[in-house]
């Protein structure tokens, strides 16, 4: 039904609450730490920093999510994802 299909598009996905989730731990190990430079060895925190680089760098990842990430600090602004944002 149309209804079904709009409460549909209007509910997050697990990927997006994923990525809100740890874009808030991500926050939180910066306001500690100073960088985001979350080491693989952290725990879930870091494969995922590791992860939304490794996707950044091969272009997977949306525009407005890439610029989050760079918000973020996980992906640097003046790394090899920096020109997916003007493509």
Same mark, same amino acid.
Request: charged share 25%; net charge negative.
């Given at each position: 039904? !149309? +209804?079904?299909?709009?409460? /549909? +598009? %209007?509910?997050?996905? /697990? %990927?997006?609450?994923? $990525? %809100? @989730? $740890?874009?808030? +731990?991500?926050?939180?190990?910066?306001? @500690?730490?100073?960088?985001?430079?979350?080491?693989?060895?952290?725990?879930? #925190?870091? /494969?995922?920093? *590791?992860?939304?680089?490794?996707?950044?760098?091969?272009?997977?990842?949306?525009?407005? !999510? #890439?610029?989050? #990430?760079?918000?973020?600090?996980?992906?640097?602004? &003046?790394?090899? *994802?920096? &020109?997916? #944002? !003007?493509?």
């Amino acid at each position: 039904s !149309r +209804q079904a299909q709009a409460q /549909a +598009q %209007t509910k997050p996905s /697990a %990927t997006d609450s994923a $990525f %809100t @989730e $740890f874009s808030s +731990q991500a926050r939180a190990f910066h306001a @500690e730490h100073g960088h985001c430079e979350v080491p693989l060895e952290f725990g879930p #925190l870091g /494969a995922w920093c *590791a992860n939304q680089r490794w996707a950044a760098e091969q272009g997977l990842c949306a525009p407005e !999510r #890439l610029e989050q #990430l760079m918000e973020l600090g996980v992906v640097q602004r &003046d790394g090899p *994802a920096r &020109d997916r #944002l !003007r493509a």
